[in-house]
């Protein structure tokens, strides 16, 4: 049962020690290998957990270091489909795809996410995160010769450290009131403790400068348009939803095991923090020009649109609510697949043209309307429109505002969501409507890796969109684990 | 196969549309086809109508040869059609005057088609409005009616025609306005249209409604179809899109402009105002008696001021029709009596009549106009050698129109003027005035048109007039005929209509 | 369960879209063939519903058909259609078919009609959004209502955007989107509210219909729940958004827009509005009955003023619309029959409208009327259409128009006779520019400059015109066509309404 547990994290690490191993015997030029066996190492990885790694019911394993749940492995298998795409993306990127340190970093970042979705324990936590972290630093700062990248890793860095300093501080004050590190067993002894309750809310703040920090939550938000536009991006891409991705689920796990008694709090800093998230992203992604930092703030938004789901799992009452929780888990799903795909043209547009700029993507649906077309699928998905995922995601979390009578904050959202469509659309609108003789009538190669990654997002997209009750099952058989 | 069998008035309604659905397809350049088509399709609905006329019996009370048809059922109006001894008189009118109409229209040589159509379709409008029983249909065709006219007049009308009809446009629908939603008003609160139920009730309502008292609601609305119908007959000071539409119009469109359309206004005051409103028909009688002498006084010295021949007649028709609601006036004033019935028996004969000779006028002054090419009575003088088959019939036509004893004029102004004289004596004797003035601008007509020193740009070269066409008198003749006819022999109408009325108030 | 009727017509359009965009760039007649095969298709499948409803003297939720969507939530793909939304769904097959027909481009640069800019992707939008209108008017789940509503409405940016008028349409096609998207996600926002207050986990209307909420409930939410669905059927002071978006659309798109998607705002108010929270329509009634008259006679007004030949028709259809909810807000049975016709009669009348517009619009490049003259010397087909069109939009009798107007104002005598009485005067104004614009545009003489380049109608064009009239004048001489249909969907919202 230990192993099974683990069964995609052994894959993974076993894939990385298979590209370190076979790296040096492939000449430099055919290395771009790497990258299809990674890839398929990852998506093999998913279909053998899917096979043979299904959890039952939650049980803790390890030791009590990890927790085997649905919830945990709902993520994991994202975040595998995630690493994959984001290899394949990263295949075309010259100065790095034959770079075999690349995949096994990714690997590495990769694993550590596994573990977070999953650990029961703080120390077994914090090890994750910075397991995740670490890799993360090393790749948005890759480009060596680029200053931007250099920039954007040492930000990442710095910012990503003092965080996790703060979170330490928050963890080690936990460990300190209730005298254990497992969290499944501290919610009893911290009220035995009968600490005061501003001492608790102390605690859940240092904790939420932390994970305000990995999902760059309004305010720990700053370091996120600079890193996203210095990083590769690829890697941005992966930035921006796996490791958001986790971050949250990180943040429901500690919050809902921990702290269930002051709920209430919480609940209401969340809901604070996720107006003043969604607003903020939103409002300075008005002003972008740089289609990265578009997509920066535009992430920052949607940060605040998941908070609105968290806020929403505590009832007046204190009770918890399991849709508020699956539609979390559901807007997670389809914002990285969305996102990614969003990033998947960007990229794609670059490699050809070599700027981010919204002006140079004039003409693009003339000279390549599928690739304009799947743009149009993303933005229109991050947007809420249907027949895109993002619009169930979206009616999700707001009803789960709804129903829990947090109607002020889903008001707060549905303009959001309005302003929102308003830059979206002008991206659009350069796509679609201004043309640039020039380029029209030059050909648009699309790398092999990066047409099946975005065939396979896009439809993604577009079946999250439509056919989305199997997928919502999944997202509340995730959060299920809490119950 | 017996004629009376078949539904009479539906045929007699919907063949000049079917018709004119036919003629949609027929290809434009044959010119000649369409006139006679045209023409002939016209002639059934008349045959049918002298079928009715024959097969009518005066004596019963009610309407006759009644059908009915769903249409609208969900708020309560049916295709209801009947004729009483007041609607076959007009129908007949009507009926008559349209294929004349058509024939004095051989001449339009522009968009001969499109001019045909809309002309019949005009024929299954005003038909509409004489044979509805039901008020929802009434109000469908007195406005349908409306869209041929303006176009006849906007595209085949001389020289200020956009302005003419646009004025005729929106006084009509700005006037019927109030009747439709008087007309709504009924509707929703007998939840049907069928004019005798609503007759019957509305007399009965007491009480408040719509949370005023129900008198109040009564004298609101009986405005409201006054003006809706004083503005079509058309009563000073609501008649002054009527010269500017006459004399613009072509000269077929003046002609049903003045025989039927102006009927139409005053049709409605018989058919819905007195019979709904006599109350409140009574107390304001007065008031209408004012306006109808200051419509026949006023409209006398228009006519006297014109220059132009066609806006003279046009004038001439506001000072006729000002007689018609005269006797309607004094029949709303003293509902029952023996004057009120004789002034009511000339108001309709004298619809009648006025529909014959100021379709007869209009069309001799477009016969003159088609030929000189101008209407301004300044340049004419002493063409009667000239042309003195026209100016024969001009003078006859006049003569009936003036209201000389042994023509039709004479028989229903008299008639108006006998009923009214005991009811409303001040009003009557001012008419008498106008009366005379109506003497004074006819004989101005003809002394400038005829008579007088010859302006010799008429009689040589190309200028030279030419005489009436026979296909124009054949327009005349059927017209002047019924104006003897009815000025010596008035019986055989008078005694429909003489009965309708004492059987209608 | 029957023939899939209406997931056949909701998704033909869709799968035509796809298939279009699988055509090859260059095909562009065969594109075109395919888009009007397509359109053929959903027509005659939107004339089979109707004539099977009306023939069979149907009544209540018919063709249903129901698919588990989503469980967890209730959540199903009802379809099905009543009295009311049978007719607009045989609008909307309408308007498919004839604004392909109007948007057949012709490759000659001497005929410039129809859409020559990238038709492939022209059609694959507009089917798109033609799948969306289907959807709501086909859907009896709330939740897949609102799914197919945003279908509807995001196309719309793009069509305006790429093959729009260039001076307007960047800033018209925003606004409209952003306007109508607000609308929308308020009324989500009240939907959803609905769905938890009912505590019945589901979101089929039909059962909500039953769910009696609580009065202060409905109360609350009318107002944001009918709002939010009437800007897009626009309603004063929320109309502002449409005739910049008409006047910036390609024709097509505004046959659509003024034709469809303005039906898709007022259907929907009246079924999530007022027919799940009845007690709140009648609370509200007068509010929407006030800003109903004020929008009647405003854009009657606006319209007379208008010397833009599109924005003239634009704000007329603000001021349509507005008996639409005129006739909704007196909550009685004749003013919601005759907004169910009214919504049919409007939309067939402004597709001709703008139909008619986009003919003169191509071919003399301006729309300013007083530059117009003689068009009918051109296109005696499109001044004859244009013509029936207005005597249809003045309220013609003999024509749809009035059949549809004349139940809604008996209505408002019913409830607030001085209303009617107020917004009898926009017949009078209609009149005056539908009669004036009627003169000015198409006749008189050709101007000078005109002569020469001004090409006849294609036969796409005569085809479109005459399909449209023959509604207008059918509807208006046998209202029997249309009105008992009406009338079953009416007698079911005076039924949830409490026999008012």
């Avoid at chain 2, 079917?18 to 002639?43: D, E, G, H, Y």
């Avoid at chain 2, 069309?363 to 026209?390: C, M, Q, S, W």
């Avoid at chain 3, 509010?287 to 606006?302: D, E, N, P, S």
Wanted: glycine share 10%; net charge neutral.
């Amino acid at each position: 049962m230990n192993l099974i547990s683990v069964l995609p994290e052994i894959l993974i690490l076993a894939i990385g020690i298979l590209i370190l191993i076979v790296e040096p015997f492939w000449k430099p030029e055919d290395r771009h290998g790497l990258g299809w066996l990674t890839a398929g190492g990852l998506v093999l990885t998913a279909l053998v957990s899917l096979l043979f790694g299904r959890p039952s019911a939650p049980e803790l394993v390890w030791g009590g270091m990890l927790r085997f749940d649905w919830l945990g492995f709902f993520f994991k298998m994202l975040f595998l489909f995630g690493g994959a795409a984001t290899v394949l993306f990263l295949m075309g990127v010259e100065q790095i795809n034959r770079r075999g340190e690349v995949y096994v970093l990714l690997l590495a970042s990769l694993l550590g996410m596994n573990l977070m979705v999953s650990s029961a324990n703080l120390v077994m936590l914090y090890l994750a995160i910075e397991t995740t972290s670490i890799p993360l630093y090393v790749l948005a700062g890759f480009l060596r010769t680029d200053d931007k990248s250099t920039e954007a890793g040492f930000k990442y860095l710095l910012f990503g450290v003092m965080a996790s300093a703060v979170m330490l501080y928050g963890f080690s004050l936990l460990v300190g009131f209730s005298g254990t590190t497992d969290m499944y067993a501290m919610v009893e002894a911290l009220r035995r403790s009968g600490l005061p309750l501003f001492s608790v809310i102390g605690v859940i703040l240092l904790l939420l400068v932390g994970f305000g920090f990995k999902v760059a939550a309004v305010p720990f938000h700053f370091w996120a348009p600079d890193v996203y536009e210095g990083a590769p991006t690829p890697i941005a891409g992966f930035l921006s939803t796996a490791s958001k991705a986790a971050a949250f689920v990180v943040l429901l796990r500690v919050f809902l095991v921990l702290f269930p008694l002051e709920a209430v709090q919480w609940s209401l800093v969340l809901a604070i923090l996720a107006a003043l998230t969604m607003t903020l992203g939103n409002l300075l992604a008005l002003a972008q020009k740089n289609i990265k930092r578009l997509l920066a703030y535009s992430s920052i938004a949607h940060a605040g649109y998941v908070l609105i789901g968290v806020a929403a799992i505590s009832t007046e009452s204190g009770e918890f609510f399991a849709f508020s929780i699956s539609s979390v888990a559901f807007y997670l799903l389809v914002y990285l697949v969305t996102n990614l795909l969003a990033f998947g043209v960007v990229i794609t547009y670059y490699r050809v043209v070599g700027s981010d700029d919204i002006p140079a993507y004039n003409g693009l649906s003339w000279r390549h309307p599928w690739l304009a077309l799947a743009l149009l699928a993303a933005l229109l998905s991050l947007a809420g429109m249907p027949p895109f995922g993002g619009f169930i995601a979206k009616v999700v979390i707001f009803a789960a505002a709804i129903k829990v009578g947090l109607i002020w904050l889903a008001v707060v959202g549905v303009l959001n969501s309005i302003v929102g469509l308003y830059y979206y659309l002008i991206v659009l609108k350069h796509v679609y409507l201004y043309r640039n003789e020039a380029l029209e009538g030059q050909p648009l190669p699309i790398p092999g890796p990066y047409a099946i990654a975005l065939v396979v997002l896009a439809l993604g997209v577009l079946l999250l969109g439509t056919v989305f009750g199997p997928w919502f099952s999944l997202a509340e058989g995730a959060a299920a684990a809490f119950f | 196969m017996d004629v009376l069998s078949l539904p009479l008035l539906s045929l007699i309604l919907f063949v000049p549309s079917i018709a004119a659905l036919v003629m949609l397809f027929f290809p434009a350049q044959q010119v000649k086809l369409i006139r006679w088509t045209a023409f002939l399709s016209s002639l059934i609905p008349f045959g049918l109508s002298l079928v009715l006329w024959f097969n009518f019996d005066p004596n019963q009370p009610g309407h006759q040869f009644v059908e009915k048809y769903v249409w609208y059922e969900a708020i309560g109006s049916s295709v209801h059609l009947g004729v009483d001894g007041l609607s076959l008189t007009m129908v007949l009118l009507t009926t008559l005057l349209t294929p004349l109409a058509i024939l004095a229209s051989f001449s339009i040589t522009d968009r001969v088609k499109a001019y045909m159509i809309l002309f019949l379709f005009l024929e299954t409008g005003m038909l509409g409005v004489f044979l509805a029983l039901d008020l929802l249909i009434f109000f469908v065709f007195w406005e349908i009616g409306l869209v041929p006219m303006y176009f006849l007049i906007n595209q085949w009308g001389s020289a200020n025609r956009n302005y003419a009809s646009i004025k005729f446009m929106i006084y009509t629908m700005a006037g019927s306005l109030g009747l439709l939603l008087g007309i709504q008003l009924l509707g929703v609160l007998f939840r049907t249209f069928d004019l005798q139920i609503i007759v019957t009730e509305w007399n009965n309502v007491e009480g408040l409604l719509l949370g005023l008292p129900v008198e109040t609601v009564k004298r609101v609305i009986f405005w409201a179809f006054v003006v809706a119908f004083a503005i079509k007959v058309p009563v000073w000071p609501f008649h002054t899109w009527l010269p500017d539409a006459h004399t613009e119009a072509p000269t077929a469109g003046s002609m049903i402009l003045a025989g039927v359309l102006l009927k139409l206004g005053a049709y409605g005051f018989l058919r819905l105002v007195l019979p709904l409103y006599p109350q409140q028909a009574q107390e304001y009688a007065g008031a209408l008696a004012f306006l109808a002498v200051a419509a026949i006084v006023f409209g006398a010295f228009a006519a006297y001021g014109q220059t132009d021949f066609k806006r003279l007649v046009a004038y001439s028709s506001v000072n006729h029709m000002g007689f018609v609601l005269l006797g309607i006036a004094a029949a709303a004033k003293a509902t029952g009596t023996l004057d009120a019935n004789i002034a009511l028996n000339g108001a309709v004969l004298q619809m009648f009549n006025h529909g014959l000779s100021a379709a007869g006028m209009f069309f001799l002054v477009g016969v003159i106009y088609e030929r000189a090419h101008t209407r301004n009575l300044k340049d004419f003088g002493g063409i009667f050698p000239i042309v003195p088959v026209y100016g024969s019939i001009l003078i006859f036509t006049s003569m009936a129109s003036l209201g000389l004893p042994g023509l039709a004029g004479f028989v229903s102004e008299f008639l108006v003027v006998r009923g009214a004289w005991p009811i409303l004596t001040v009003y009557t004797a001012v008419a008498m005035l106008g009366l005379l003035f109506t003497g004074a601008y006819v004989l101005k007509a003809i002394r400038e048109v005829l008579h007088g020193p010859l302006n010799e740009h008429w009689a040589h070269g190309d200028h030279r007039l030419s005489d009436i066409y026979p296909r124009e008198v054949l327009v005349m003749a059927p017209l002047m005929v019924l104006l003897l006819w009815i000025g010596v022999y008035p019986v055989w109408i008078l005694d429909v209509i003489n009965k309708a009325m004492n059987m209608l108030f | 369960m029957n023939f899939p009727v209406l997931s056949l017509i909701v998704f033909t359009p869709m799968v035509a879209a796809v298939l279009i965009l699988l055509m090859p760039a260059e095909k562009r007649n065969e594109t075109r063939a395919l888009a009007l095969a397509a359109a053929t298709f959903a027509l005659l499948l939107s004339i089979w519903i109707y004539a099977t409803y009306l023939i069979r003297g149907l009544s209540g939720y018919q063709f249903v058909e129901e698919y588990e969507w989503l469980p967890a939530l209730g959540l199903k793909l009802i379809f099905g259609v009543d009295g009311m939304s049978a007719p607009l769904v045989l609008l909307t097959g309408i308007v498919m078919f004839t604004g392909v027909l109007i948007s057949w481009g012709i490759d000659d640069p001497h005929t410039p009609t129809g859409i020559q800019e990238r038709p492939r992707e022209f059609f694959a939008f507009l089917f798109i959004l033609a799948s969306g209108v289907f959807g709501v008017f086909a859907s009896l789940d709330l939740f897949m209502l609102f799914f197919f509503y945003e279908i509807a409405v995001f196309p719309m940016y793009l069509l305006i955007v790429i093959w729009g008028w260039v001076v307007t349409r960047e800033y018209a096609a925003m606004k409209l989107t952003l306007y109508l998207f607000i609308g929308s996600v308020i009324s989500l926002v009240g939907a959803l509210a609905m769905y938890f207050q009912s505590g019945m986990n589901t979101f089929d209307m039909r059962l909500l219909e039953q769910a009696n909420f609580p009065t202060e409930f409905q109360i609350f939410w009318f107002l944001p729940v009918f709002l939010g669905f009437a800007v897009l059927g626009g309603i004063w002071p929320f109309h502002n958004w449409s005739p910049d978006g008409h006047v910036a659309a390609p024709t097509a798109v505004s046959m659509f827009h003024a034709g469809v998607l303005m039906k898709l705002g007022a259907f929907a108010a009246l079924r999530v509005g007022i027919m799940l929270l009845p007690e709140g329509a009648k609370y509200w009634s007068w509010l929407i009955m006030t800003l109903a008259a004020i929008g009647v006679v405003y854009g009657a007004y606006i319209a007379f003023v208008q010397t833009d030949f599109k924005y003239m028709v634009g704000f007329s259809s603000v001021s349509h619309m507005g008996l639409v909810m005129l006739g909704f807000s007196t909550l009685t049975r004749e003013g919601l029959l005759g907004s169910g016709i009214q919504m049919f009669s409007h939309g067939v009348m402004t597709a001709l409208f703008f139909a008619v517009v986009g003919m003169v619009y191509d071919r003399a490049h301006t729309r300013e009327i007083p530059e117009l003259e003689g068009m009918h010397k051109v296109m005696p087909f499109a001044s004859i259409g244009f013509i029936i069109g207005g005597l249809v939009s003045m309220g013609m009798p003999g024509f749809s128009g009035f059949v549809a107007e004349f139940p809604i104002f008996m209505g408002v005598w019913k409830t607030q006779w001085f209303v009617a009485v107020i917004t009898s005067i926009s017949i009078v104004i209609t009149a005056g520019y539908i009669m004036r614009n009627v003169r000015m545009v198409f006749f008189g003489e050709i101007p000078e400059k005109f002569h020469g380049h001004l090409p006849p109608l294609t036969f796409m064009d005569e085809l479109a015109i005459v399909f449209l009239c023959l509604f207008m004048v059918g509807l208006g001489l046998f209202p029997s066509l249309m009105v008992p249909m009406v009338q079953t969907g009416v007698d079911h919202i005076l039924n949830l309404l409490g026999g008012a």
